[in-house]
């Protein structure tokens, strides 16, 4: 797996279309702007690059309704497999084996299955949700900050969380200040508003996460 982030637009571009609706310069910080949530931060753009991420994660991340995504294609004319063939294809070797073979050694003959098996095992790797996929995701900071809320939650998918935050931590690099602001949904309310919560909201480093954020405020 491989993650790249970049910021599209200007580091000052919110700024400038601040001042377009004060009709004054606006001096304001970006990491103010941010607490603010205001939509100006929809202003700055950023493009999220996921290289071979297991396929029900970027089924996740697709959901986000205000970061358009660009999905690897699996169009079997642009390098895609198609299921049903491939089973296919093993089948008749299998059977193709069965019959050119059938005064083979035993020994040789079982050698022969288990190259057969192996690719049987190699089908989910290749098909299923854990199936490696690529995909990019064009999304502006107010997004990011919302798709942080949904997927940093404890309720999210284990997966899907840990690529989240190598996100982040891509994303650190360029912006910090964003960051600050990537927190789990309670978290950022102070509430979990989950019908079975997993019980982080009672421990001390949500505490801790919980005072930091506020800090941010004060």
Known sequence: MKIEVRRITEPNLFQEVASMTTG??????????????????????????????????????????????????????????????VCRNIAFGIRTEHINHMD????????????????????????????????????NAEEIINISKARLCNKASLETRSIWREVLMELEKIDPDIVKLCQKPCVLTGVCREMKPCGFIDTKEYESRRNEYTCLFK
């Not at 949530?37 to 999220?48: M, N």
């Open 104 to 139: 083979t050694p035993a020994g040789q003959l079982a050698y022969n299955y288990c190259e057969y098996a192996d690719k049987v095992d190699m089908l989910p790797e290749r098909f299923d949700r854990l199936a490696p996929t690529s995909m990019a995701l064009l999304v």
């Open 24 to 85: 004054k310069p606006c001096k304001m910080s970006w990491l103010k702007a941010l607490k603010s949530g205001h939509s100006i931060i929809r202003a700055q753009i950023y493009l999220i690059k996921l290289y071979n991420i297991p396929q029900f994660v970027m089924g996740h991340l697709v959901r986000h309704i205000h970061a358009q995504p660009y999905v690897l294609s699996k169009r079997t004319d642009r390098g895609g497999e198609d299921f049903n063939d």
